[in-house]
């Protein structure tokens, strides 16, 4: 067995035992421009629920997508791409937020749903080292939807609701696991942990290398270019 399918067998279990098992969960709304992350109760049926539908996604994926190594700049639609957590610098960031219980606020009807973009979800079986984090897209209600009256049947009457109401689909952009990103939806990803930016930051930190090498006539320029045409930096490097 080649150590892509290995890979995926593996994976496949750990989804299977995490469906099968009593687990701990903890889900935080956050904001990708900082990382503030916020947290409400929510436990029982509801996060049950929850964990089910992003565990057949993942499974899902699992069964129907190839696995390839992530490629800055080749996207392949139809492949779980995959990435060491050790190079996405901004999710550092994001766990020091996680593992800092006072950076944590709770959600009240204070708090701005429209400045929050994804979803953090941890789950792990007690007494053991298997544990996934799943990331999700926020998605928001649509305007319509939110100026639009809502109400909800009791019995055989209506009654209006006017708290918000959030909405959990099943897509999930990507998880990680024992220290590596398996990425479905590479436009969130590289949204949320900005790795244009660190892709800048990569040829800034080799503008010295470039600008010694004298094969190229105007190294400013060149660096420029790099960074506003990927493909041109891929060919010329």
């Not at 889900?27 to 421009?33: I, M, V, W, Y």
């Not at 565990?55 to 997508?65: G, H, V």
């Not at 809502?150 to 959030?166: A, F, N, S, Y």
């Not at 949204?191 to 090498?213: A, Q």
Request: proline share 1%; hydrophobic share 35%.
């Amino acid at each position: 067995m080649e150590q892509k399918e290995k890979e995926v067998s593996n994976l496949k279990q750990i989804i299977k035992e995490l469906k099968d098992s009593d687990t701990n969960e903890d889900l935080f709304f956050g904001r990708g421009d900082n990382y503030k992350l916020y947290k409400t109760i929510f436990e029982g049926d509801e996060i049950g629920e929850l964990k089910a539908i992003v565990l057949d996604t993942i499974e899902y994926y699992l069964d129907n997508r190839s696995m390839e190594k992530y490629d800055l700049e080749i996207s392949c639609d139809d492949s779980i791409e995959v990435v060491d957590t050790k190079i996405v610098e901004e999710y550092e960031r994001l766990l020091e937020n996680v593992n800092n219980e006072e950076n944590i606020k709770k959600i009240n009807e204070e708090t701005d749903f429209d400045k929050i973009n994804f979803i953090y979800l941890k789950i792990e079986k007690p007494n053991s080292d298997i544990k996934i984090v799943i990331f999700k897209k926020f998605t928001k209600p649509q305007t319509a939807l939110r100026k639009a009256m809502k109400v909800k049947i009791l019995g055989e009457k209506m009654k209006r609701v006017k708290e918000d109401i959030l909405y959990f689909d099943s897509l999930v952009s990507c998880f990680e696991y024992n220290g590596k990103f398996y990425i479905f939806d590479r436009n969130h990803f590289n949204s949320l942990f900005k790795f244009r930016d660190m892709y800048c930051r990569l040829i800034d930190n080799n503008s010295t290398k470039i600008g010694e090498c004298e094969f190229i006539d105007n190294p400013e320029a060149f660096i420029e270019k790099c960074k506003n045409n990927r493909t041109f930096c891929k060919k010329n490097i």
